[in-house]
């Protein structure tokens, strides 16, 4: 799988460009901003983009899509249906909603979607293979906060939970900061040691 990862925006939010590396059918996560940048590292990849994925729906995971579809003007941008109750606003008449359990095939990949909330309503984690992008539910050592319209730390313990509960490791590639894996995050994360003794 290809992955390419960018800090963009106000407060350096990772956006993910990722990728079939057979098919070069490609995806992009969390665009929070700096649309031209985002779409240099596409055609530097040589993707052929199939959607903008959103992990949740605060402005800065989101700011770049109005930029991106004057390019790419027929890609569909998928988001878990809680957020644009909680946040009010419409991305575009392309968007379409994914909720727990769903899949979307990238060539010979498969993402899954695991609802996650607590950072917001409709927050959500994207499973690929041995990776998880998982927006502002994990971070290395923390978590989102709560405090935000939508939030709620009793439901991110139960989030943070289910991750801890996925059977192996995976790399972890978080809307903010470093990268980690899930195995580091069970042995060293407190709110994650928190959440299972919950």
Known sequence: MIIKSLQVGQIGTNC???????????????????AER??????????????????????D??????GLLQTLNNVPVYIHPAELKT?????SSQVKYYDDGATLPL???????LHTPGHSQGSVVLK?????FTGDTLFRGSC?????????????????????NLPGDYRVYPGHEGFTTLEQERKQ??????????
């Open 87 to 91: 946040e009010k606003k419409v991305f």
């Open 61 to 66: 995971h989101t700011t770049g899509i109005d």
């Open 38 to 59: 985002i779409l240099r590292v596409v055609q530097e990849a040589r993707l052929n983009i199939q959607y903008i994925l959103l992990t949740h729906g605060h402005f």
């Open 107 to 113: 060539g010979g990949l498969t993402i899954e979607v």
């Open 189 to 198: 994360n407190y709110f994650m040691q928190e959440a299972i003794r919950n």
């Open 128 to 132: 690929a293979g041995n990776v998880l």
């Open 16 to 34: 993910y460009v990722i990728g079939d590396e057979a098919t070069k059918e490609g995806a992009i996560i969390d665009p929070g901003d700096e």
């Open 144 to 164: 989102g906060r709560t405090d935000l319209y939508g939030g709620s730390y009793p439901d991110i313990l139960r989030s943070l939970k289910r991750l801890y």
